[in-house]
């Protein structure tokens, strides 16, 4: 009598993908590319690359671990890709527009991540979220908070 694994007995139904929702190819792009810290990171820098961040304002906004957050922006910083400024006990990042790549880079980011953006209307607490790429802003729905 022969004695079979249990485990070889069970049929192969398929793999469970627990990621819901709808996949972007150009979010595939972004992901084959770069890690969850760094795409967000690069989003918020180069959607808005004229402005100045907080280090505590960053963590905050992009919503991962505090480690993780640091880490990528001390590596970005380090490739020149951000601009570290200290003022007194605050530390401010910026997209540093004298990078070699930056407006490769700022492409890059706009085709694979895309920008997203929230308006806010007349203080109202009235949001309406836009989502930008090369093609141009789309108003997607508006949200009422």
Not at 59 to 80: D, F
Request: glycine fraction near 8%.
């Amino acid at each position: 009598m022969w004695i079979v694994p249990a485990l070889t007995m069970i049929p192969i139904m398929g793999i469970i993908d627990p990621r819901m929702g709808i996949r972007h190819a150009s979010n595939a792009i972004g992901e084959a590319l770069y890690g969850r810290t760094r795409q967000a990171v690069l989003r918020l820098f180069f959607g808005q690359p004229d402005r100045r961040f907080l280090q505590k304002e960053v963590i905050q906004r992009i919503g991962l671990g505090s480690g993780a957050v640091q880490r990528e922006l001390e590596r970005l910083s380090r490739a020149e890709l951000l601009v570290r400024t200290v003022e007194g006990r605050q530390t401010y990042f910026q997209a540093n527009p004298r990078s070699p790549i930056f407006e490769e880079l700022r492409g890059l980011v706009r085709k694979t991540f895309g920008l997203t953006y929230v308006l806010h209307l007349n203080n109202a607490h009235k949001s309406a979220l836009w989502r930008c790429s090369d093609l141009g802003c789309h108003d997607l729905f508006l949200v009422f908070t």
